[in-house]
C-alpha cells in the first residue's frame, strides 16, 4: 500500500463547471476525512466518513459540495457551479481504528483552480 | 468551539541549535492535540499526538512536545535541529468526546533551519 492517493493532483476549471475529485484511503482504514488548505491558512475539516457513512459536516459545506464513499473504499468529492472563492488545496486523510481515529494519512492532494 | 493558535509565522533557529515550535489552544474539556509537517510538494505527515498520561510525548524524527494543561500549550521541540527539518509544522486539537471527529489545525509555522 502506498498510501492515500488523490485524484487529480491539479484541476484547472471554468467558473460554474462542475468538477469531481477522487480519494483512495489506505486498505485497512474505516475513516476518511476531507480538508481544504488555501494558501497561508491550515487545514480547514470539510467531512469525515466512517465506513460508508458521513457522520460530519462542515458548515463551510455548502449545498454545491457534495461528499460520497460508496461501499466505504474510495471517496469523492464534487464541487457543482464552481466559484473562484473555490480555488484551494484539497486534502483527503484517513486512519483506522487501531488508533482510534487519532494517526491521520495525508495524500498530497488535488490543487483546484477556478478562473 | 475549538481552536489554535501558531504566534510565529516563522521560526529561524541554527544547524545543532534546540528549536522550540509554539502552540497554545482552546477546547472545552480534555484534547486530543497534535504536530503535523508538512513538505515542499509532499503531504502532511503525522508526527505525535497527546491523548493521556506523560506530558512529555516523543513522535518521530526527534521531535517531542510537552503537553501543559494549565498554560493550554503543546510546543513542538527538538534538542539538536537539522537542515532537513526546515519545513511547515502544523498544530491540531481535537475534542474526543461523542465519536467527535473534526481537527482544527492552526495556520501554520514556517521552520527554516540555518546551516
Known amino acids: 500500500d502506498t498510501g492515500v492517493s488523490q485524484n487529480p493532483r491539479h484541476k484547472i476549471t471554468k467558473r460554474g463547471q462542475n468538477v469531481t475529485f477522487r480519494c483512495d484511503p489506505i486498505?485497512?482504514?474505516?475513516?476518511l476525512y476531507w480538508y481544504r488548505q488555501t494558501l497561508g491558512q491550515g487545514p480547514e475539516f470539510l467531512t469525515y466518513?466512517?465506513?460508508?457513512?458521513?457522520?460530519?459536516k462542515s458548515r463551510l459545506l455548502s449545498d454545491r459540495f457534495s461528499a460520497e464513499r460508496p461501499k466505504g473504499s474510495f471517496s469523492t468529492l464534487e464541487i457543482q457551479r464552481t466559484e473562484q472563492g473555490d480555488s484551494a488545496m484539497y486534502l483527503c486523510a484517513s486512519s483506522g481504528d487501531s488508533t482510534g481515529g487519532t494517526e491521520a494519512f495525508f495524500g498530497q492532494g488535488t490543487r483546484l483552480t477556478v478562473v | 468551539a475549538q481552536s489554535v493558535a501558531q504566534p510565529e509565522d516563522q521560526v529561524n533557529v541554527a544547524e545543532g541549535n534546540p528549536l522550540t515550535v509554539k502552540c497554545t489552544y482552546s477546547v472545552s474539556g480534555n484534547p486530543y492535540l497534535f504536530w503535523y509537517v508538512q513538505y515542499p510538494n509532499r503531504g502532511l505527515q503525522f508526527l505525535l499526538k497527546y491523548i493521556t498520561g506523560d506530558n512529555l510525548v516523543k513522535g518521530s524524527y526527534g521531535f517531542e512536545a510537552e503537553f501543559n494543561k494549565s498554560q493550554t500549550s503543546f510546543h513542538l521541540k527538538k534538542p539538536s535541529a537539522l537542515v532537513s527539518d526546515s519545513a511547515l509544522y502544523f498544530c491540531?486539537?481535537?475534542?474526543?468526546?461523542?465519536?467527535?471527529?473534526?481537527?482544527?489545525f492552526g495556520i501554520g509555522t514556517k521552520l527554516q533551519v540555518i546551516p
Open positions: 491540531a486539537v481535537r475534542v474526543p468526546s461523542g465519536g467527535y471527529q473534526k481537527v482544527t
Open positions: 486498505s485497512e482504514h474505516n475513516r
Open positions: 466518513f466512517q465506513n460508508e457513512a458521513q457522520l460530519e
